[in-house]
């Protein structure tokens, strides 16, 4: 039973949320040939201050650059 968690920072539509559930479920089949049946796929919606790139906060990082 594959489990696949995805972990984004910007909110998603639910119809987005379903796209992504659905590609890489198919993609598993498609790829490794598992069953759709049994592959269960997350998704964890984090807080951009949770989540850092080259030493800050995607926040601290975003607000920097939308100054640029």
Do not use: C, F, H
């Amino acid at each position: 039973m594959p489990y696949v968690n995805i972990k984004i920072t910007d909110q998603a539509t639910a119809e987005k949320k379903a796209e992504l559930i659905a590609g890489v479920t198919n993609l598993l089949r498609d790829v490794l040939g598992k069953n759709p049946a049994t592959t269960v796929v997350v998704i964890e919606e984090l807080s951009t201050d949770n989540w850092g790139i080259g030493g800050e906060s995607t926040t601290a990082r975003r607000k920097r650059e939308a100054k640029s």
